[in-house]
Protein backbone atom coordinates (compact mmCIF):
# COMPACT_ATOMS: atom_id res chain seq x y z
CA UNK A 1 0.00 0.00 0.00
CA UNK A 2 1.48 3.26 -1.20
CA UNK A 3 0.00 6.72 -1.54
CA UNK A 4 -1.07 7.94 -4.46
CA UNK A 5 -0.94 11.88 -6.39
CA UNK A 6 -4.83 12.48 -6.44
CA UNK A 7 -7.60 15.80 -6.60
CA UNK A 8 -8.97 15.42 -3.44
CA UNK A 9 -12.62 16.41 -2.42
CA UNK A 10 -13.54 17.09 1.22
CA UNK A 11 -16.61 18.11 1.57
CA UNK A 12 -19.12 18.51 4.86
CA UNK A 13 -22.63 19.27 4.80
CA UNK A 14 -23.34 22.83 7.29
CA UNK A 15 -25.68 22.68 9.89
CA UNK A 16 -25.92 18.84 9.94
CA UNK A 17 -25.35 18.07 13.61
CA UNK A 18 -27.71 20.46 14.44
CA UNK A 19 -30.38 19.06 12.86
CA UNK A 20 -29.39 15.85 14.32
CA UNK A 21 -29.82 17.30 17.40
CA UNK A 22 -33.29 18.76 16.72
CA UNK A 23 -34.55 15.17 16.10
CA UNK A 24 -34.26 14.02 19.43
CA UNK A 25 -35.61 17.63 21.01
CA UNK A 26 -38.22 19.03 18.18
CA UNK A 27 -42.04 19.11 18.96
CA UNK A 28 -42.32 17.20 15.66
CA UNK A 29 -42.48 13.58 15.00
CA UNK A 30 -38.83 11.77 15.26
CA UNK A 31 -39.39 9.35 12.87
CA UNK A 32 -40.49 12.22 9.98
CA UNK A 33 -37.26 13.88 10.82
CA UNK A 34 -35.47 10.51 10.88
CA UNK A 35 -37.13 9.69 7.51
CA UNK A 36 -35.45 13.14 6.51
CA UNK A 37 -31.98 12.38 7.25
CA UNK A 38 -32.52 8.97 5.56
CA UNK A 39 -33.57 10.55 2.10
CA UNK A 40 -30.84 12.61 2.52
CA UNK A 41 -28.32 10.01 3.06
CA UNK A 42 -30.03 8.28 -0.13
CA UNK A 43 -29.22 11.57 -1.90
CA UNK A 44 -25.41 10.76 -0.97
CA UNK A 45 -25.34 7.08 -1.82
CA UNK A 46 -26.74 7.79 -5.46
CA UNK A 47 -24.31 10.22 -6.15
CA UNK A 48 -21.81 8.04 -4.62
CA UNK A 49 -22.76 4.80 -6.91
CA UNK A 50 -23.98 6.99 -10.12
CA UNK A 51 -21.76 9.28 -11.96
CA UNK A 52 -24.00 12.00 -12.98
CA UNK A 53 -21.39 13.57 -15.79
CA UNK A 54 -18.41 11.70 -15.19
CA UNK A 55 -16.36 8.71 -17.02
CA UNK A 56 -13.96 8.94 -14.17
CA UNK A 57 -12.24 5.60 -13.94
CA UNK A 58 -10.87 5.13 -10.28
CA UNK A 59 -12.83 7.64 -9.16
CA UNK A 60 -13.51 6.89 -5.09
CA UNK A 61 -16.06 8.04 -2.70
CA UNK A 62 -16.58 7.84 0.89
CA UNK A 63 -19.40 8.91 2.66
CA UNK A 64 -19.56 9.14 6.86
CA UNK A 65 -22.20 11.00 8.67
CA UNK A 66 -21.92 14.51 7.23
CA UNK A 67 -18.77 14.42 5.76
CA UNK A 68 -17.93 13.31 1.79
CA UNK A 69 -14.50 12.66 0.84
CA UNK A 70 -14.01 11.92 -3.58
CA UNK A 71 -10.97 11.45 -5.03
CA UNK A 72 -9.62 10.54 -8.68
CA UNK A 73 -5.94 10.64 -10.13
CA UNK A 74 -4.58 13.78 -10.33
CA UNK A 75 -3.61 13.74 -14.26
CA UNK A 76 -7.20 12.25 -15.23
CA UNK A 77 -7.83 15.68 -16.70
CA UNK A 78 -10.28 14.07 -19.32
CA UNK A 79 -12.63 13.82 -16.10
CA UNK A 80 -12.03 16.99 -14.26
CA UNK A 81 -14.53 19.06 -15.57
CA UNK A 82 -17.17 15.95 -15.61
CA UNK A 83 -15.76 15.75 -11.62
CA UNK A 84 -16.80 19.38 -10.92
CA UNK A 85 -20.20 19.18 -12.45
CA UNK A 86 -21.00 16.08 -10.33
CA UNK A 87 -20.18 17.65 -7.37
CA UNK A 88 -21.90 21.09 -8.22
CA UNK A 89 -24.97 18.33 -8.75
CA UNK A 90 -24.60 17.20 -5.53
CA UNK A 91 -24.48 20.83 -4.05
CA UNK A 92 -27.83 21.86 -5.93
CA UNK A 93 -29.60 18.52 -4.38
CA UNK A 94 -28.66 19.21 -0.80
CA UNK A 95 -30.00 22.81 -0.94
CA UNK A 96 -33.05 21.51 -2.35
CA UNK A 97 -33.18 19.35 0.73
CA UNK A 98 -32.17 22.73 3.32
CA UNK A 99 -28.38 21.94 3.88
CA UNK A 100 -25.58 23.79 2.51
CA UNK A 101 -22.51 22.37 1.45
CA UNK A 102 -18.55 24.03 2.23
CA UNK A 103 -15.20 21.74 1.21
CA UNK A 104 -12.21 21.70 -0.19
CA UNK A 105 -10.14 20.76 -3.80
CA UNK A 106 -6.65 20.19 -3.67
CA UNK A 107 -4.13 18.02 -5.15
CA UNK A 108 -2.76 15.75 -2.49
CA UNK A 109 -1.31 12.14 -1.32
CA UNK A 110 -4.05 9.23 -0.12
CA UNK A 111 -4.28 6.14 0.38
CA UNK A 112 -8.57 5.67 -0.41
CA UNK A 113 -10.33 2.39 -1.40
CA UNK A 114 -13.92 1.25 0.06
CA UNK A 115 -11.85 0.61 3.46
CA UNK A 116 -9.74 2.67 3.85
CA UNK A 117 -8.80 6.51 3.54
CA UNK A 118 -5.85 8.42 5.57
CA UNK A 119 -2.81 10.34 3.85
CA UNK A 120 -1.06 14.18 4.14
CA UNK A 121 -4.16 14.96 1.21
CA UNK A 122 -6.43 14.34 3.19
CA UNK A 123 -5.53 15.90 6.17
CA UNK A 124 -4.25 19.40 4.03
CA UNK A 125 -7.75 19.45 2.30
CA UNK A 126 -9.13 18.95 5.58
CA UNK A 127 -7.76 22.61 6.76
CA UNK A 128 -8.16 23.97 3.58
CA UNK A 129 -11.82 23.72 4.20
CA UNK A 130 -11.38 24.79 7.64
CA UNK A 131 -9.40 27.64 7.29
CA UNK A 132 -10.50 28.84 3.53
CA UNK A 133 -13.07 27.76 2.47
CA UNK A 134 -15.23 30.04 5.01
CA UNK A 135 -18.57 30.02 3.38
CA UNK A 136 -20.86 27.49 2.12
CA UNK A 137 -18.29 27.13 -0.96
CA UNK A 138 -16.18 24.33 -2.32
CA UNK A 139 -13.14 26.19 -3.12
CA UNK A 140 -10.65 24.32 -5.71
CA UNK A 141 -7.15 24.80 -5.30
CA UNK A 142 -5.56 27.09 -8.05
CA UNK A 143 -3.12 24.88 -9.17
CA UNK A 144 -5.49 21.86 -10.11
CA UNK A 145 -7.57 24.91 -12.30
CA UNK A 146 -4.07 26.43 -13.68
CA UNK A 147 -2.93 22.46 -14.65
CA UNK A 148 -6.58 21.81 -16.46
CA UNK A 149 -6.51 24.70 -18.32
CA UNK A 150 -3.07 23.97 -19.45
CA UNK A 151 -3.93 20.28 -20.08
CA UNK A 152 -7.15 21.21 -21.41
CA UNK A 153 -7.37 24.55 -23.52
CA UNK A 154 -10.50 25.50 -24.59
CA UNK A 155 -11.74 21.89 -24.82
CA UNK A 156 -14.18 22.45 -21.61
CA UNK A 157 -14.69 26.02 -20.05
CA UNK A 158 -14.05 25.81 -16.21
CA UNK A 159 -16.39 29.03 -15.89
CA UNK A 160 -19.15 27.09 -17.00
CA UNK A 161 -19.04 25.88 -13.23
CA UNK A 162 -16.66 27.70 -11.17
CA UNK A 163 -16.25 31.47 -10.38
CA UNK A 164 -13.65 33.28 -8.59
CA UNK A 165 -14.72 35.02 -5.13
CA UNK A 166 -13.94 38.12 -3.72
CA UNK A 167 -10.84 37.19 -2.21
CA UNK A 168 -9.36 35.61 -4.86
CA UNK A 169 -10.36 31.62 -4.70
CA UNK A 170 -12.07 29.52 -7.44
CA UNK A 171 -15.32 27.95 -6.13
CA UNK A 172 -18.05 25.22 -7.39
CA UNK A 173 -20.92 27.43 -8.68
CA UNK A 174 -23.52 25.98 -7.08
CA UNK A 175 -25.68 29.07 -7.06
CA UNK A 176 -25.73 31.01 -10.12
CA UNK A 177 -24.05 28.84 -12.70
CA UNK A 178 -26.52 25.45 -12.68
Known amino acids: ?24 KSA ?10 NNLFQLLKEF ?9 KFREVTQFSDLIVISFA ?9 EIRDIQLLCVNCVNMGFLLRGSIIYGD ?3 SNDIIFGPGLVEAYEAEQSHAKYPR ?38 SKV
Open 110 to 112: IVH
Open 74 to 82: ADDFESFYD
Open 48 to 56: TENKNYSAT
Open 28 to 37: NSKERKIEYV
Open 138 to 175: IIIDYVIIKDFKDTKPGIFHIGGVTTIDDDGLYYVDYF
Open 1 to 24: MKYKKKVIAYIDLLGFKSFINLTN
